[in-house]
Nanobody
Framework: QVQLVESGGGLVQAGGSLRLSCAAS???????????MGWYRQAPGKQRELVAT???????NYTDSVKGRFTISRDNAKNTVYLQMNGLKPEDTAVYYC?????????????WGQGTQVTVSS
């Protein structure tokens, strides 16, 4: 089992910045089984969508709408992933969820945090 705890959400004006953090905890076996971590978001009335992911090796992936504005990074020693969000827009308003993808042998499992609200005012 992996537990994910997010922090860093809040209210910011358009053009501002926020930094989200997500700390993973669990048994040593569970932690080393994490292949990638990332952030998803869900706005009211919309489906949850991928924002950014990063593998244990540091390979990153971003949805087009945040490229050049958001940066995902991770500290493997702290089992923590970060999302630096700059140039925020009202359309970035959503609940942001941390995600971890684990592999146990041939089985895969996804873990989710409780979510943190990001609100961008115009």
């Amino acid at each position: 089992q992996v537990q994910l705890v997010e922090s860093g959400g809040g209210l910011v004006q358009a053009g501002g910045s926020l930094r989200l953090s997500c700390a993973a905890s669990g048994s040593s076996f569970s932690i080393v089984s994490i292949m990638s971590m990332g952030w998803y978001r869900q706005a009211p009335g919309k489906q949850r969508e991928l924002v950014a992911t990063i593998t244990r090796q540091g390979t990153t992936n971003y949805t087009d709408s945040v490229k050049g504005r958001f940066t995902i990074s991770r500290d493997n020693a702290k089992n923590t992933v970060y999302l630096q969000m700059n140039g925020l827009k009202p359309e970035d308003t959503a609940v942001y969820y941390c995600n971890a993808q684990s592999k146990y042998g041939s089985a895969y499992r996804a873990y989710w945090g409780q979510g943190t609200q990001v609100t961008v005012s115009s």
